[in-house]
Nanobody, 122 residues
């Protein structure tokens, strides 16, 4: 098993940047693909991006492509989501998740963090 803890959320103005972190427990974190998802109030959870185990391949939702970058440091058991040019519609709780496939589907990730709030003011 792996436990995930997100951090780095907060309040930022439109056009600002944030870097979210997802810290994992366990020595086998490098075996897991990691996905980022978000959920805004009253909306369904949606895919943001994903990284393969090595970090050599990433995938992003169209809504964030060009504005977000996922990187990972397996030596530190941490994955990052760098978000730039933030918009009010990016406001949501952001979750990281770990699984064996860098998928866009939440059901492919058995392990989830508790989430971190990102609020973008207009």
């Amino acid at each position: 098993q792996v436990q995930l803890v997100e951090s780095g959320g907060g309040l930022v103005q439109t056009g600002g940047s944030l870097r979210l972190s997802c810290a994992a427990s366990g020595r086998t974190f490098s075996r897991y693909a990691v996905g980022w998802f978000r959920q805004a109030p009253g909306k369904e959870r949606e895919f943001v991006g994903a990284s393969t185990q090595s970090g050599s391949n990433t995938d992003y939702a169209d809504s964030v492509k060009g504005r977000c970058t996922i990187s990972r440091d397996n030596a530190k058991n941490t994955v990052y989501l760098q978000m730039n040019s933030l918009r009010p519609e990016d406001t949501a709780v952001y979750y990281c998740a770990a699984g064996w496939l860098a998928s866009r589907k939440g059901r492919d990730y058995p392990y989830w963090g508790q989430g971190t709030q990102v609020t973008v003011s207009s």
